[in-house]
């Protein structure tokens, strides 16, 4: 009997053992890889991709409009510069607002100012609501532009 009690240890030793090292196998395993998400999750946002911002940026000279609220007179004086990949045919790269329809983009951007409201435009939501309309309406009237951004140089709204 003492035999066969000795050959049951080992054996029981060696399921356990085997068990344990499993174990620590997957956990050390799934910490390695939540640690190396993670890292790479943080290299994402730390790195922004060059391809995601425009090439060329046009500055828009000013503009100076009344709103469409109609119990007070408020004003709107904003400045923009446009986000664009590629210059259309003609243009300067050195000056690149020389060859652009400038008479239509301000058309375009003076239809989405004059029908705006003071009062959301003062939140960020509103501002940021204000971008996707211009590049809305900057994509339907000079879609050979292909506006990728619109950044506020300069944003009053005069209540």
Aim: one cysteine or more.
């Amino acid at each position: 009997m003492a035999e066969s009690a000795s050959a049951t240890a080992p054996a029981k030793f060696s399921v356990v053992s085997m068990l344990t090292i499993a174990l620590l196998a997957v956990i050390g395993g799934g910490g390695s890889a939540w640690f190396v998400i993670q890292r790479a999750k943080a290299a994402d946002t730390s790195h922004a991709d060059p391809g995601l911002v425009p090439k060329y940026t046009v500055h828009l000279e000013g503009f100076t409009v009344n709103l469409a609220d109609t119990e007070e007179t408020h004003f709107l004086r904003v400045t923009m510069d446009l986000g664009i990949d590629r210059l259309p045919d003609g243009t300067n790269r050195e000056k690149p607002a020389s060859g652009m329809p400038v008479a239509r983009i301000r058309d375009a951007v003076l239809s989405v100012l004059t029908v705006c409201k003071a009062a959301p435009l003062l939140t960020p939501e509103g501002k940021e609501q204000l971008k996707k309309n211009l590049l809305e309406a900057l994509h339907h009237q000079v879609p050979e532009l292909d506006v990728r951004d619109v950044y506020f140089t300069e944003f009053l709204v005069q209540r």
